[in-house]
């Protein structure tokens, strides 16, 4: 087990939400630590996001324990073997009884698999990506169908293939995470009122930089994808939830603002498109 560890200095005194991170990957051990003492510091709020019905479920489970606090995202995420179709159905049954009873929560994480067709491609195997095109319409048609906020893992040229799933479906609130790609795609995001999602790695990596360069700060947000591990100062560091709050810092310097307006707004921004009190 990773030693628990939070933020450090200023970024402390920064609010925030962490908004999208994996609770259901942390081992048991870690997550129950971890959920003891970040809402003590700078954390206001998570949206814990699912690989997949029992994914979803936990997720449902921690949202109850912790009310206001996690938020859940139900959906298949698109980097494993495609659902069969009575899974499929099952998870989409669920998910319209969780609104049925009113529950709050967003659909995600879905999307399309780039990195999986891009490592089939490499090694000259064949990869059906129809499947998952189908899945994502039918997750955006549901997202739309519901009033959800979508949560998509899309990036690269997956992005474009997304935004034209999203626009087919006229779906009104889309959350890029961790998202990459061209200067083209970036500006009709922008256009349709997408937000994106920033990771620790604006400390390091170039790419995400630029992007911050580009995205206005309205349609920005802080995560962590925990607990995906990060380099930098963050080296051989659990990543938990308070590191988000190191997120404004670097956006702040990027675009030549003030840490603490940078963090209100990424948290305004939050709560607004999720709906969080």
């Known amino acids: 087990m990773s030693e628990y560890s939070s933020a450090d200095g200023l970024a402390t005194a920064l609010p925030c939400i962490d908004a999208h991170i994996h609770l259901d990957l942390y081992n048991e051990a870690e997550r129950e630590s971890m959920l003891a003492k970040e809402f003590d510091g700078p954390v206001a709020g998570m949206v814990a996001v699912s690989m997949h019905l029992h994914s979803s479920k936990i997720n449902r489970s921690l949202a109850q324990r912790f009310p206001g606090k996690v938020y859940p995202a139900y959906g298949y ?82 992005a474009d293939k997304a935004i034209r799933i999203l626009e087919r479906q006229q779906v009104r609130r889309a959350h890029f995470h961790w998202f990459k790609g061209r200067e083209e795609t970036v500006q009709r995001m922008i256009a349709n009122g997408y937000l994106i999602s920033i990771t620790p790695d604006v400390d390091y990596e170039e790419e995400i930089q630029s992007l911050v360069r580009q995205y206005p700060l309205p349609l920005l947000m802080a995560e962590t994808d ?40 990424l948290l305004k921004n939050t709560k607004q498109f999720y709906e969080i009190d």
């Open 77 to 158: 995420h698109p980097e494993q073997p495609m659902l069969r179709a009575e899974e499929k159905d099952e998870l989409f049954a669920w998910i319209r009884a969780r609104h049925s009873s009113g529950e709050k929560f967003a659909i995600g994480e879905v999307g399309l698999p780039y990195y999986t067709r891009s490592e089939a491609e490499k090694n000259g195997t064949p990869f059906d990506e129809a499947p998952y095109l189908a899945l994502l319409e039918q997750f955006a048609a549901l997202a739309s169908e519901l009033d959800r906020p979508i949560i998509l893992h899309a990036v690269y040229e997956d």
């Open 226 to 265: 925990g607990p995906w591990p990060f380099e930098g100062v963050y080296t051989g560091r659990l990543t938990v939830p308070s590191m988000a709050a190191d997120v404004p810092l670097h956006i702040a310097q990027i675009k030549s603002e003030s840490a603490a307006a940078v963090a209100n707004a």
